[in-house]
């Protein structure tokens, strides 16, 4: 209940939050559990920025659809001085203006509309996609700072059975051989932990391109694996929230409305020509004569060869094509919810089997053959083999608990269901 209240005050006061991961930021370091991770992505993520910024170009195509074309104003003058003794000119002005006989603008601002709301939609998509991505690097993350941890602790051991053996060495109870075996064992296990702790600042680095936050800053994960399960898993069987579902119903609806408006542009616009003309004329001695007409026009298109038949055929086929594709991603969705279950739970049998069995048989043999080796001397090989498989499966079970914290992770975002994507504190413009 505690973290339910949290997490809801965390959206509502996210605004000044964000402020204060700005201030860490300036000081050099910055402390992050899972979710305030997919926050700050939310947020501080570059492409992000930039596709919100199609929503602004979707705005601006909705003021300027629907409206009706700039009238025109037509100026023409004549004169007869170049080609007849007599004397005479005409000079004409008319207003023109275009104008639809169809429903063809409201059609266009439907259409406008329409892009629009799919431009939100996609762009919640792309949210959602960024959240599941920032998920699965915090946690590839602490994936890998556990492993460098588990090999660490390896080593301390290693290091204590080294002085153990170079002391027998030293006090002439043991061979010059065993000490270099135990040397060697402790250098394979320090070579392990440079790579090992190579991945963990790889994958900080990862971190940081997500979050947006400038190369170098210091981050403090502070929410483990197996919290990240007891988190996720409480979240899990939620409602589907998905926007790309949302943008392909849109991209139909928008597909069928085009195929009516190719259908109703096919006619064009009417254009309707008000004019006057003025006539001045002078022959011989006989003085100017002024004459005045005003006339109408209209000018009507005809849709004899091209009635847009292709655009027609081509926005039907285009409405069918999103509509099959959604039911598709549905169909996906499922079997991915499915998959992720059935995995989930093959892990944590595994991980039964580890904790319940092998780790005690492993601490039970591995105190043995110290026990053994200390008080008799015995052979150490056979106590590094040992301590080596302890170390590979603690390894293993780390990559299975991390296993199910990612396909957690990645239910949630198959779901769009990460309580961020919810709140529109987390989409600045």
Request: hydrophobic fraction near 40%; avoid cysteine.
């Amino acid at each position: 209940m505690r973290s339910m209240l949290r997490h809801g005050l965390l959206l509502i006061l996210f605004p000044l939050l964000g402020l204060a991961a700005a201030r860490a930021v300036a000081q050099g370091g910055l402390r992050l559990t899972l979710d305030d991770a997919v926050v700050r992505a939310l947020t501080g993520n570059q492409e992000l920025r930039a596709a919100r910024l199609e929503i602004d170009r979707a705005e601006g195509r909705l003021r300027q659809a629907g409206r009706l074309s700039n009238p025109e104003i037509e100026l023409v003058g004549r004169s007869e001085r170049a080609i007849s003794p007599g004397q005479g000119s005409t000079l004409s002005a008319a207003l023109a203006q275009s104008f639809p006989v169809t429903n063809r603008l409201a059609l266009s601002r439907r259409v406008a509309q329409l892009d629009l709301e799919k431009a939100r939609a996609e762009v919640r998509e792309r949210e959602r996609i960024v959240a599941g991505e920032t998920a699965r690097s915090y946690i590839e993350t602490q994936r890998a700072a556990a492993r460098e941890a588990e090999t660490r602790a390896t080593l301390r051991l290693n290091q204590e059975s080294l002085a153990t053996a170079r002391a027998r060495f030293q006090g002439g109870q043991a061979p010059q051989a065993e000490a270099g075996l135990a040397e060697l064992e402790t250098q394979r296990t320090e070579g392990e932990i440079e790579v090992l702790a190579g991945e963990t600042r790889a994958a900080l680095a990862r971190l940081r391109g997500r979050l947006g936050v400038p190369v170098g800053t210091a981050l403090g994960l502070t929410e483990s694996i197996d919290s990240i399960i007891a988190r996720l898993g409480r979240r899990s069987g939620g409602a589907v929230v998905r926007a790309d579902l949302v943008a392909l119903g849109l991209a139909g609806e928008a597909a069928r409305t085009e195929r009516e408006l190719a259908a109703k542009e096919a006619w064009g616009d009417w254009k309707l020509s008000l004019g006057i003309e003025t006539t001045r004329k002078k022959e011989g001695s006989v003085q100017y004569e002024r004459e005045r007409d005003l006339g109408l026009m209209l000018t009507v298109p005809l849709p004899l060869w091209n009635g847009n038949e292709g655009r027609q055929v081509e926005r039907r086929a285009a409405a069918d094509q999103f509509r099959l594709e959604a039911a598709a991603r549905q169909g996906q969705l499922a079997a991915g919810q499915e998959e992720v279950r059935e995995r989930i739970a093959g892990l944590r049998r595994q991980i039964a089997v580890i904790r319940e069995r092998t780790f005690p048989l492993l601490r039970q043999t591995e105190t043995a053959l110290l026990e053994a080796y200390r008080s008799a001397g015995r052979d150490l090989t056979s106590l590094f083999l040992v301590r080596r498989e302890h170390g590979s499966v603690h390894l293993t079970q780390i990559n299975a608990l991390a296993e199910i914290a990612l396909l957690l992770a990645e239910s949630e975002t198959q779901r769009g269901a990460h309580p961020a994507l919810r709140s529109r504190a987390v989409r600045p413009r």
